[in-house]
């Protein structure tokens, strides 16, 4: 996405100094609680990709600051210390409340220091300013939303990054390019890789661009998107996007033209839509956020309608057996969907290696299993293994049944005949105008 803000820069400017701030905010703990705003696997992520940003704008014959800080106190010092510059800051808008509130802090700043202020918009499939209604009138639903987005609306181009970008401005020794900071710095750890991850990617475009490019043309993937996206193992029965798009280290955008060129020379089929189904639900999550603002976030909802959450036990008594499902003891039966998508265990067999000698199916439920085969498995129960905390008696009807439960059984992909909500629930065809 950076590309969109260089091209903006590289056209209207004589110089460009590129920053990244690691805004010590977002690597500290929640206001409540203190939870980690931060893990360190997305801390390693952001740091490669901080790092490969760098090395991309050295071949283009720039270069990137790298600042521990706040990017308000950051941006006040450097223009305080360019002298003799009329200076615009240009930024990626945002959306959500802390990242607007920085953005407001970086108005404040420019405005007392007579520069100007300019954020753009690029991290959405479809444009902002290209929307069918203002974001005032969003649609609360996102069918809704999808029929009104792609009946009138194309998907701007890509916008490719000048070979050479202009110079970088000289400024006084009192600020420096600076390094990457110590995991240590950002109250993290640098994480070990577990070589069962179904995500092994590296952060940065450069690691971005290789996993587009394997997942639609080297292994064409994409075409069974739909059948495989809830798998469990490997790293091919999604597109493993998500992160990168997060960090905007891939753009929608991109992704879509890369996905029209594939449906031209290769296939176009409900799931290579399906793909950008799922980056149109990110684009709506985004517009509905600028819709509410931080509302999205109040205790009472958007609408502001206040719940009387009270302890009733003769008002819970009255929804007994009476919601919305006509059937009666209705409960999410967890054996039953293990095996629906594991049936072999054998995702259950990767991550919990104290089972890993039960054979088959019989791993969904250690506890039926005899003496002699817990025994067989090296399996303890109470000591290598937890005794379960209840045991629902439906539970057994699918252990016993074994693999005529299971749908699917191979640790990827959809239940073979169940019900599921997929993309026949929003559509009859690709492209078919509703």
Known sequence: MLKIVLAHAHKNTDYILPL?????RH???THHYGFPKTGSFRTRFLLESVEDLRKKLLKHG???????????????????????FKLTLLLHAEVTKEETDVEKSL?????????????????????????????????DAYTAFRKDVEDQLKIRPEISMPEKLK??????????????????????????????????????ETAALQRLKSYLWDTNAVAQYKETRNGLIGSDYSTKFSPWLALGCLSARKIHWELEKYEQQRT?????????????????????????????????????????WKKNIELFKTWQGIGNDPRENRKFNMIKQSMDYDLEGNFIRMWVPELREIPGSKIHSPWMLSSGALSAANVRLGQNYPNPVVVAPEWSRHQREGKESGHGGRGHGIPKGGNQRGIDFYFKNPGTKK
């Not at 600051?65 to 360019?82: A, F, T, Y």
């Not at 220091?113 to 479809?126: E, M, P």
């Open 20 to 24: 990244y701030c690691f805004d010590p």
């Open 268 to 308: 176009k089929n409900q799931s290579t839509y399906w793909v950008r189904f799922e980056l149109l639900w990110r684009d709506y999550f985004k517009f509905v956020s600028m819709k509410y603002g931080d509302r999205i976030f109040y205790p009472n909802g958007m609408k502001g309608k206040r719940q009387e």
């Open 107 to 139: 108005q404040k700043v420019c405005q007392e220091n007579k520069a100007s202020f300019v954020n753009i918009w690029g991290s959405t499939l479809y444009h902002k300013g290209d929307l069918p209604f203002q974001i005032s009138k969003v649609p």
């Open 167 to 204: 110079p970088v401005p000289s400024f006084p020794s009192e600020i420096s390019w600076g390094n990457l900071p110590s995991y240590e710095m950002l109250n993290s750890s640098e994480p070990l890789l577990n070589p069962s991850s179904a995500f092994p990617f590296s952060g940065g």
């Open 27 to 29: 690597f500290a703990g």
């Open 62 to 84: 720039s270069n990137l600051m790298i600042v521990h800080g706040k990017p308000e106190d950051v941006v006040s010092k450097i223009v305080k210390n360019l002298v003799g």
